[in-house]
C-alpha cells in the first residue's frame, strides 16, 4: 500500500539549517533559513518573507527540530493546525488532530510537548472526564483541548463504553453551537454548556472513527537509526516556543475578521471540506509557498485515509469483499449467499472467519448490510436452482457511495437472475 505521508527525508536541525535544502520530486522545497553572519557580501540578499510566512517557516522548523515527522504533509498539517488554534473564534468547525501510531516511542508525546507549549490556551489532560472538560471550555475564547494517552479511553471495548461521553463531547465540539445540557445547581435548572474547542489527541492505535472522520491524522513512526533529533528539555527549550506562540498571536488577532469572511478554495469536500477549512484559511493569510502546502497535504492526507477507511472500516471493508467476490465469479449478475459467504470466511486478511466457529454467517451478513438497505431475496438462477442470494445490481449503488472504485469497468450485458414471485427484490 501507498505510504500517506510518504518516507521523506526529515528536514535538518539547526546545526546545518543553513544548508540549502535538497529538492523533493513531487513537493514544493522548504526555503532555507536566513543566511549567518559572515557569507560572502556579494550574494544576493534574500528577500524577506511576510511575517506569517516567517513564523510559519519558524514553527515547522522547530518541530522538525525534535521530532521526526513522517512526512513534509504531516510537517504542514501539524504547523497550520496549531497556528488554527489561535483564531478558533473564527472558524465554523474545531479541527481534532489525531497523532496515532503503531507501537510506543514514536514521537508521539514529544509533538504532544511541542505543540502544547505553541497553541493557544493548551488545557492538557490525561483520562480527564467529559464534565471536567466541558466545564474548562469557554464559549469567547476557547481553550486548546490536548488529550495524551488517548488508548486508555478507547484502546478496549471496555473503556471505550466507559468513556463514550468523552468521545461524544470531542465529536460535538467539532462544530459551533453543539453545547452539552446538564442540570445544576440546587434548583436542578437546565444548563447549556459550550464544546467547541480545537482539540489534539494522541495514542496508540486509531481512535474511534467518529474521531479520525474529524481529524487530519498524523500517523507517527519509530524513528530509524540515521534520523536524529535535539533532545527537548521543558525549562531550556520552552522560551524560544513560547515566543513563537506570541508571534502566532501578535500576527493572527487583527485577522480575525479577514478570517471569518475567507472561504478558501478547497480540494475536498463535506467533512474533510470542514476540517482542513481552518488550516488552508491560514496558508492563505500567510502567503508565499503555503497556500500550495496546504492544499497539496490537504489532498494527500484526506486521499490516504479514504482508502484506510475503506479497508479498516468493517462495514466498508465487507461491501469490499463482497466486490471482490462478485469479481472473483467474473461479475455474474447474481450469487447465492452461501457461494459468497465462502468467498468472503476464505480471505485471510479478512476478520470473518474468526466470527464464530463457521466464520460470517448468512445471519451476521444480513445484520452487517442492513444500514445499507440491502437484502438477500429467494431467487431462480439461470441453471433453474433456486437460493437465497445477492444480484450484483442490488450493490451498485452503494459501492459507489461508500467504496467507489477509480475505474469501474463495464462487464459485458448478461442475464439477471429473477426474483421469485412473493420474495424481496
Same mark, same amino acid.
Given at each position: 500500500?501507498?505510504?500517506?505521508?510518504?518516507?521523506t527525508?526529515?528536514?535538518?536541525?539547526?546545526?546545518?539549517m543553513?544548508?540549502?535544502?535538497?529538492?523533493?520530486?513531487?513537493?514544493?522545497?522548504?526555503?532555507?533559513?536566513?543566511?549567518?553572519?559572515?557569507?560572502?557580501?556579494?550574494?544576493?540578499?534574500?528577500?524577506p518573507?511576510?511575517?506569517?510566512?516567517q513564523?510559519?517557516?519558524?514553527?515547522?522548523?522547530?518541530?522538525?527540530?525534535?521530532v521526526?515527522m513522517?512526512?513534509?504533509?504531516?510537517?504542514?498539517?501539524?504547523?497550520?493546525w496549531?497556528a488554527?488554534?489561535?483564531?478558533?473564534?473564527?472558524?465554523?468547525?474545531?479541527?481534532r488532530?489525531?497523532?496515532?501510531?503503531?507501537?510506543?516511542?514514536?514521537?508521539?508525546?514529544?509533538?504532544?510537548?511541542?505543540?502544547?507549549?505553541?497553541?493557544?490556551?493548551?488545557?492538557?489532560?490525561?483520562?480527564?472526564?467529559a464534565?471536567?472538560?466541558?466545564?474548562?471550555?469557554?464559549d469567547?475564547?476557547?481553550?486548546t483541548?490536548?488529550?495524551?494517552e488517548?488508548?486508555?479511553?478507547?484502546?478496549?471495548?471496555k473503556?471505550?463504553?466507559?468513556n463514550?461521553?468523552?468521545r461524544?463531547?470531542?465529536?460535538?465540539?467539532?462544530?459551533r453551537?453543539?453545547?452539552?445540557?446538564?442540570?445544576?445547581?440546587?434548583?436542578?435548572?437546565?444548563?447549556?454548556?459550550?464544546t467547541?474547542?480545537?482539540?489534539?489527541l494522541?495514542?496508540?492505535g486509531?481512535l474511534?472513527?467518529?474521531?479520525m472522520?474529524?481529524?487530519?491524522v498524523? /500517523?507517527?513512526?519509530?524513528?530509524a537509526?540515521?534520523?536524529?533529533?535535539?533532545?527537548?528539555r521543558?525549562?531550556?527549550?520552552?522560551?524560544?516556543?513560547?515566543?513563537?506562540?506570541?508571534?502566532?498571536?501578535?500576527?493572527?488577532?487583527?485577522?480575525?475578521?479577514?478570517?471569518?469572511d475567507?472561504?478558501?478554495?478547497?480540494?475536498?469536500?463535506?467533512?474533510?471540506?470542514?476540517?482542513?477549512?481552518?488550516?488552508?484559511?491560514?496558508?492563505?493569510l500567510?502567503?508565499?509557498?503555503?497556500?500550495?502546502?496546504a492544499?497539496?497535504?490537504?489532498?494527500i492526507?484526506?486521499?490516504?485515509e479514504a482508502?484506510?477507511?475503506?479497508?479498516?472500516?468493517l462495514?466498508? /471493508?465487507?461491501?469490499?469483499?463482497?466486490?471482490?467476490?462478485?469479481?472473483?465469479?467474473n461479475?455474474?449478475?447474481?450469487?447465492?449467499?452461501?457461494?459468497?459467504?465462502e468467498?468472503?470466511n476464505a480471505?485471510?486478511?479478512?476478520?470473518?472467519?474468526?466470527?464464530?466457529?463457521?466464520?460470517?454467517?448468512?445471519?451476521?451478513?444480513?445484520?452487517?448490510?442492513?444500514?445499507?438497505?440491502?437484502?438477500?431475496?429467494?431467487?431462480?438462477?439461470?441453471?433453474?436452482?433456486?437460493a437465497?442470494?445477492?444480484?450484483?445490481?442490488?450493490?451498485l449503488?452503494?459501492w459507489?457511495?461508500?467504496?467507489?472504485?477509480?475505474?469501474?469497468?463495464?462487464?459485458?450485458?448478461?442475464?439477471?437472475?429473477?426474483?421469485?414471485?412473493?420474495?424481496?427484490a
Open positions: 500500500m501507498t505510504d500517506p505521508q510518504p518516507n527525508p526529515s528536514l535538518p536541525d539547526d546545526a546545518t543553513s544548508r540549502p535544502p535538497a529538492h523533493i520530486p513531487g513537493q514544493l522545497a522548504i526555503p532555507a533559513a536566513p543566511a549567518a553572519e559572515g557569507d560572502r557580501d556579494d550574494a544576493p540578499s534574500a528577500v518573507l511576510p511575517e506569517g510566512a513564523v510559519l517557516a519558524d514553527l515547522r522548523a522547530q518541530i522538525a527540530r525534535y521526526v513522517p512526512s513534509q504533509e504531516a510537517l504542514t498539517a501539524v504547523t497550520l496549531v488554527a488554534t489561535h483564531l478558533q473564534r473564527a472558524w465554523q468547525h474545531a479541527p488532530l489525531a497523532i496515532v501510531a503503531p507501537e510506543k516511542r514514536c514521537g508521539k508525546s514529544r509533538l504532544l510537548d511541542v505543540i502544547t507549549e505553541t497553541v493557544h490556551n493548551a488545557l492538557i489532560t490525561v483520562n480527564a472526564s464534565a471536567a472538560i466541558f466545564r474548562s471550555i469557554d469567547e475564547d476557547p481553550p483541548l490536548l488529550v495524551d488517548a488508548d486508555t479511553l478507547f484502546g478496549t471495548t473503556a471505550a463504553e466507559k463514550e461521553e468523552v461524544g463531547l470531542i465529536n460535538a465540539g467539532h462544530q453551537n453543539r453545547p452539552t445540557l446538564r442540570v445544576t445547581g440546587p434548583e436542578h435548572k437546565p444548563t447549556k454548556f459550550p467547541f474547542a480545537m482539540a489534539a494522541a495514542g496508540i486509531d474511534p472513527d467518529t474521531v472522520d474529524r481529524s487530519a498524523i /500517523r507517527m513512526r519509530r524513528r537509526g540515521k534520523e536524529k533529533v535535539a533532545h527537548f521543558t525549562v531550556r527549550d520552552t522560551p524560544a516556543l513560547h515566543a513563537i506562540r506570541d508571534r502566532l498571536a501578535a500576527w493572527l488577532k487583527p485577522l480575525l475578521r479577514q478570517a471569518m475567507l472561504e478558501p478554495a478547497m480540494p475536498v469536500e463535506d467533512r474533510a471540506a470542514d476540517t482542513w477549512e481552518p488550516l488552508v484559511t491560514i496558508a492563505d500567510a502567503g508565499g509557498e503555503w497556500p500550495a502546502l492544499r497539496t497535504a490537504c489532498r492526507m484526506t486521499d490516504y482508502r484506510q477507511d475503506e479497508q479498516g472500516g462495514r466498508t /471493508r465487507l461491501l469490499v469483499g463482497i466486490r471482490r467476490a462478485f469479481a472473483a465469479e461479475d455474474p449478475p447474481a450469487l447465492r449467499t452461501k457461494r459468497l459467504l468467498h468472503l480471505d485471510k486478511e479478512a476478520p470473518w472467519a474468526d466470527y464464530g466457529p463457521d466464520g460470517l454467517t448468512p445471519r451476521g451478513l444480513q445484520e452487517r448490510l442492513k444500514p445499507y438497505g440491502l437484502n438477500s431475496s429467494n431467487r431462480r438462477f439461470p441453471d433453474g436452482t433456486q437465497r442470494g445477492f444480484t450484483r445490481n442490488q450493490f449503488d452503494t459507489a457511495r461508500y467504496c467507489p472504485e477509480p475505474q469501474p469497468s463495464a462487464g459485458p450485458a448478461q442475464q439477471v437472475a429473477e426474483p421469485l414471485p412473493g420474495t424481496e
